[in-house]
């Protein structure tokens, strides 16, 4: 359950095995946009929160799976009122959330792009930008030597900083400089521990800030390559910083529902390869429900 969508992804895995998707569903959440000036979710948010996580389970069931993991990230996690929100969807759908700390989502993220590239790809820096934060982590194990959560994400940040369709210039320069700020201490760290063999970059966001950029559409499957170099996404800010959501919505590999927030994740991204001098990031197709399969795994049945 993240900040954009409540996804749910059943899953033939088996220790040794890759593990294969069998069905994937998805119900539009944007529970950033349905929290009040304190920082709660109201009431609205909890009951279109409690109906996607219901019929979730309601598929479960019909799909007679065998364990169900059912986990949080931001958008609960960093709520004012994040255990009514728990007891909520526990009480109307029998549901238990686990909520994922920043670090155990950025740890659980690093996991899966370390299982898909392997040991050869060295030292990973990888970024991961979700609807409520920003992932950062490095390392040259399979858990890595740092790991930091920021409140950077794509839908959090246009929530509390675009009032306008298109965003304003000078209030796309503000945010600019508040990333650079959130960001300069972890990336100080991060760069600390040593230049990366392989920077890497998961998460929707930048699947579409690839595919904008001439990476490959996702029907040519998960294997081939795909970048994103900071020379194109300058590019691109340039161009889909002037256009409105529903323009943006138009461009092929941007989803309606994600159209709005894209300029703010492309913000994000730019900052945060600028900050960690990267020129050029790989896509990983796995990530953090990856993570969390692989370690359900590791730890047997």
């Avoid at 979700?130 to 959560?149: I, K, R, W």
Wanted: proline share 3%; aromatic share 4%.
């Amino acid at each position: 359950m993240g900040s954009n969508t409540v996804h749910l992804v059943v899953v033939d895995a088996r220790p040794g095995g890759h593990p294969t998707p069998m069905s994937d569903s998805k119900t539009t959440m944007k529970l950033v946009e349905h929290l009040d000036s304190e920082g709660a979710m109201t009431k609205v948010g909890i009951k279109k929160l409690t109906g996607a996580v219901a019929e979730a389970a309601d598929l479960v069931g019909s799909m007679r799976c065998q364990e169900m993991i059912s986990f949080a990230t931001s958008a609960v996690r960093d709520a004012a009122n994040g255990e009514e929100i728990l007891a909520a969807v526990e009480k109307d759908t029998g549901v238990k959330l686990e909520i994922l700390s920043g670090e155990d989502e950025a740890r659980l993220t690093f996991l899966a792009v370390r299982r898909w590239f392997g040991w050869s790809a060295g030292r990973i820096i990888n970024l991961d930008i979700g609807g409520g934060s920003l992932e950062l982590t490095s390392g040259s194990d399979e858990d890595p030597d740092a790991a930091y959560s920021l409140l950077l994400g794509a839908g959090r940040l246009t929530h509390e900083w675009f009032d306008t369709d298109p965003p304003s210039r000078k209030k796309i320069d503000a945010l600019r400089d508040f990333i650079d700020a959130e960001l300069f201490e972890a990336a100080r760290n991060i760069r600390n521990l040593g230049p990366g063999d392989r920077a890497t970059a998961t998460s929707k966001t930048f699947r579409t800030l690839a595919r904008l950029t001439g990476a490959a559409p996702s029907a040519a499957g998960p294997r081939v390559r795909r970048t994103l170099t900071a020379a194109g996404l300058r590019q691109l800010i340039a161009f889909i910083s002037r256009m409105t959501a529903a323009d943006r919505a138009e461009l092929e590999g941007v989803s309606q529902n994600r159209s709005h927030q894209i300029v703010a994740g492309a913000l994000v991204a730019e900052a945060s390869m600028r900050a960690l001098g990267l020129e050029e990031l790989e896509i990983c197709p796995w990530a953090l429900r990856e993570g969390v399969i692989l370690r359900r795994i590791d730890r047997g049945y």
